[in-house]
């Protein structure tokens, strides 16, 4: 970054990593935020801060502990000045606030500037709450300059701030600078322009294209900007990755489009950007960098940059072979927790914030012969695999609310109905978060009768429980779900890709590690692993698939992004007439070619035979 002419660097703070309960807080390894600072001040790079409570950024949640639905007065009064709520961001606060007073410019250190809530704009105007996030700051002794973020709307700069904090303003590659920056003046009439998001990417969701913008329209927004004396923070000028289960989701519940009403973000969050995912400088970093050296001096030469550039195994295509596995029926009991009850319970009352949740329900039938039922789901959060007697009978996703036939007697009394669910990730925007419970949560029907009695498997997927579980030699005809154990050798540790062809949909940990999610259907179609999560010598990886598994996993120097050749279909929608099918079309089509050219050729033959039985002979005549 310093070496692309920049002189800031700008980062989030993730309360839920933060706390991840109510009584335990986090600030050690990859969370060391003190130590961030200081590597940033190091570098001679200033430091702005976007702390709690909401930072959106795509990630889980919008960066909420998932332990706050429990409570309901806290859940509906987000992002309010709702008194539970705020007990609860006081209390972060007071841990945090300690650990950022020391590096405040006033104070030596780097940090010059702290925002007040996320275009806060976008979703409420309860302004007694930003005043209540200020003074908090304020109070702790956090004397720096603060400000605000919102789009380019009257109504979000209004609403979205406080008069006694900084307004700015967010917009894309290709907005209308002159316009955007005019708005922005009508309700800050003095002080620095400063566009806190120009976005120069874009973010990913699954079953999507991959997103990029063109190097050189963000070079000339860029350019814009600087010339008209604003200064600009470039989101995102390094990419980054959703480890864990860290994505965010978009959605509608409301949308007529059933795509609309959730889709979960990648694990990669490259962005598109000027340095990507794993480090490595992109044609974009070069256009930015010779518009930032009209403004400012730029002394690191390109090629010194290149040299910096991310290092990775080296690798083409080196395929690792499974070595041995363990289904998911076999592991329950080894992993995870099982609570009874009446009804299926969500993650967030078993005291779960991510992963995977099994419900199991034991068929008791009276008198009913072979007959098929709809499994209907009451709110599920996110999607889930309906097994009965532990056969795969269909899937239902969130977006659908597809309902799954099921064909049952009593002469299967005993055996089970096991539904597999999972948090693909909580909505990280809009006014749709307070609902966000994960697994079922309004009771699952059998046409139109509630089942009761539910086992609820909680699996959150926690490493230290799975790197337990004893592993067989691996049988290509195991049955998904399951865990499959991988072991390959590297004599350095640089960074790496990791792709599962022939694999569908699942996690993937490396020495422990949770890399994140993986899903045939792209655009994402390979993790990123950095080389600090490798060692000299064996490394481990366990691949958790949901679906049908492949043989091998590959290592590769290089990204993949793509998409599946088998488009999404939506249950909820109706299926097209058979004629409208492509391949019905294209049986038309050529039984009419065929058709014509078998006409034209008849047509031909009765021309010519007619020709010869009445042949005309041309006589050349001859005036004088």
């Not at 900084?166 to 800050?188: A, E, M």
């Not at 998001?197 to 050189?216: C, I, K, S, V, Y």
């Not at 005993?414 to 999972?422: R, V």
Request: charged share 20%; glycine share 8%; net charge negative.
């Amino acid at each position: 970054m310093k070496q692309g002419g920049l002189n800031t660097v700008t980062t989030y703070i993730p309360w839920n990593l933060h706390q991840p309960t109510p009584s335990t807080f986090d600030f050690q390894g990859i969370l060391d935020l003190e130590n961030f600072i200081k590597l940033a001040d190091q570098a001679g790079l200033l430091v702005i801060i976007r702390p709690p409570p909401y930072i959106c950024n795509e990630w889980e949640f919008g960066g909420f502990p998932a332990w706050i639905m429990k409570n309901n007065e806290a859940r509906l009064g987000l992002r309010t000045s709702q008194p539970e709520y705020l007990r609860y961001v006081d209390a972060f606060f007071a841990v945090l606030s300690p650990k950022l007073k020391p590096y405040i410019y006033a104070n030596g250190g780097p940090i010059v500037a702290m925002q007040v809530e996320n275009e806060y704009g976008s979703f409420g105007s309860d302004k007694e709450y930003l005043h209540h996030l200020h003074q908090l700051m304020l109070n702790a002794g956090l004397n720096v300059v603060f400000f605000s973020s919102n789009g380019p709307s009257p109504l979000m700069l209004g609403n979205g701030a406080t008069d006694d904090v900084l307004r700015t303003v967010n917009f894309g590659y290709n907005g209308d600078v002159p316009s955007s920056l005019k708005i922005l003046r009508q309700f800050q009439p003095t002080g620095p322009l400063f566009v806190t998001e120009l976005w120069l990417g874009w973010f990913d969701n699954w079953g999507t294209p991959h997103q990029t913008r063109d190097a050189t329209t963000c070079a000339n927004t860029l350019d814009a900007i600087l010339a008209s004396g604003a200064s600009v923070n470039i989101f995102m000028f390094v990419g980054g990755t959703n480890f864990g289960f860290m994505n965010g989701a978009d959605g509608d519940p409301n949308s007529e489009d059933p795509f609309n009403r959730y889709f979960a973000i990648t694990t990669s969050y490259d962005y598109d950007a000027p340095i990507n995912e794993s480090g490595s400088l992109t044609e974009k970093y070069f256009k930015l960098k010779n518009v930032i050296s009209k403004y400012a001096q730029v002394d690191i030469p390109t090629e010194q940059c290149e040299e910096n550039s991310g290092k990775f195994l080296d690798v083409s295509e080196r395929d690792i072979p499974i070595s041995s596995q363990i289904s998911l029926w076999e592991a329950l009991g080894k992993i995870g927790q099982r609570y009874s009850g009446p009804r299926p319970l969500t993650l967030e009352e078993m005291d779960q914030s991510y992963g995977f949740v099994l419900y199991r329900h034991m068929i008791s039938m009276t008198g009913i012969p072979l007959s098929t039922f709809k499994l209907n789901f009451q709110e599920l959060h996110d999607r889930a695999l309906i097994f009965v007697d532990r056969k795969l009978v269909g899937i239902s996703e969130r977006f659908s609310n597809k309902t799954v036939e099921i064909t049952l007697s009593s002469d299967m009394n005993g055996n089970f109905i096991e539904i597999l669910a999972e948090n693909m990730g909580r909505i990280n925007y809009g006014d749709y978060i307070v609902n966000e419970w994960k697994g079922i949560s309004q009771g699952i029907r059998l046409d139109y009768q509630f089942l009761s009695s539910w086992d609820s498997w909680s699996l959150p997927m926690d490493f230290p429980e799975i790197s337990n579980l004893n592993f067989s030699t691996w049988n290509p005809g195991v049955a998904v779900p399951a865990f499959f154990k991988l072991n390959f050798q590297v004599e350095k540790a640089n960074d790496v890709f990791i792709r599962l062809p022939g694999w569908m949909k699942g996690i993937v940990w490396v020495n422990g590690f949770n890399l994140g999610r993986y899903w045939n259907i792209g655009p994402q179609l390979a993790l990123y692993c950095p080389g600090p999560i490798l060692r000299p010598g064996v490394n481990e990886i366990i691949v958790f698939e949901m679906e049908k598994s492949g043989s091998t996993v590959q290592l590769l120097p290089y990204a993949v992004y793509g998409m599946d050749d088998t488009p999404m279909v939506f249950a909820s929608e109706e299926k097209e007439p058979f004629y409208r099918s492509p391949i019905f079309i294209a049986v038309m089509i050529t039984v009419a070619i065929v058709f014509i050219v078998s006409i034209a050729t008849y047509l031909g033959i009765l021309i010519k035979k007619r020709a010869q039985k009445h042949r005309y002979v041309m006589v050349p005549i001859v005036l004088e």
